[in-house]
């Protein structure tokens, strides 16, 4: 049963119903059929597309009891049965994590798991289109750490991170530990996801954006996989088309879009000069990993949102003929615009389309140092270079 919306006619409608029934048995209607057409108006309603669907109760409860028994749902390592903010049931680790390595999506809630005690076997082992958070368990610099039980024994502070303007204990320094302002109730997960202007969350998991219309690209519909900040108001959030099934799957033609803006390369970029991009949102806590060129136009780091040019060793970056190469989504890349996009494209365009932040990194975790799409820290230098000859052809 999907989600109902209640409103003042409905609720009217069904008292009407109720006193019909009253009404049209003086005695001679069995009350046993009155009371099966009450419970039908009871649930009978139009159902609402959102962005979750089913039971309220598979994710709300209105006091934390059942038969006396605790009714949060408990992630793997989490211990805190107490009330959860929005009468939610669990934490975002109760909800998509699961003990095992072989689910993908909680077959109740509908939810993408990006956190398996064991080590995910589909897609194939690599988890979703961000990676799994199973690989920070032992291994700090896999990943992106979530856990506060289980803190970074590496970093302390987000690589690249550019604090001005926003204070010793901002918000953008790391996932955790901000004790005050802005950051307290951003924590973790809710550090990038499912966040507006304020301390708590704004409903996105609601938000009606789905298989039927994969573009993400403002508030009203959650932004791309709910990523909102707080730059610029309502503007600050990430554009993206969705894949349905977070790339479970994934092929040259079934997987996620996102949105490239070729910006200047001698700033710290954000929202202000980059665009609704995921670029844009990375450099909110590795800011300096946009300043690529300095003064002199020297090359400092690799592009992020940099066209990939169609001249040179790049002329056949993607297995490309004639300014056109086939898609990778294991290298994925961004597009200029994407306004008015319905589905992936299979295709990448030279001189066009660009390499970007996820181009070569795992938004959550992967199997590798730093959180590489591939080893390229393997003694094997085919290996190590596997990813990066996809544009530099010439390094083979």
Known sequence: MKNRKFTRFTLFVRFARLELCKLSNPGKLPIFFCLLFALWSLFSTIPLDAKITGNCSNCHTMHNSQGG?????????ETDTAPQSSLLRASCLGCHSKTEGSTWKDPVTGAPIVFNSQQPSYNPVMGLAAGNFYWIQTEDEYGHNIFPGNPDNTLTVAPGNVTSGCGVECCHNNLYGVSKGFGVQRQGCSKCHMMGNTDGPIGYHHKNNDAAEPLADSADKGWYRFLDGHMSGSGS?????????????????????????????????????????????????????????DASSVWIRHPSDGV???????????????????YDPLIPVARPSLTGWTGPASTVTLGTDLVMCLSCHRAHASPYFKMVRWDYKSATLSTALSGCLVCHTSKN
């Open 308 to 326: 990939v040019p169609n001249s040179g060793e790049f002329a056949a970056a993607f297995g490309a003929s004639g300014g056109t190469g086939t």
């Open 69 to 77: 028994e605790t009714m949060v749902i408990l992630g793997p390592g």
């Open 237 to 293: 959030g990430v554009t993206g088309v969705e894949d349905s099934d977070w790339q479970a799957t994934a092929a040259v033609n079934d997987h996620n879009e996102y949105l490239g803006f070729s910006g200047t390369k001698t700033s710290a970029g954000g929202f202000s000069s980059l665009d609704n991009t995921v670029t844009a949102y990375c450099t909110g806590c590795h800011g300096n990993f946009h300043i690529e060129q």
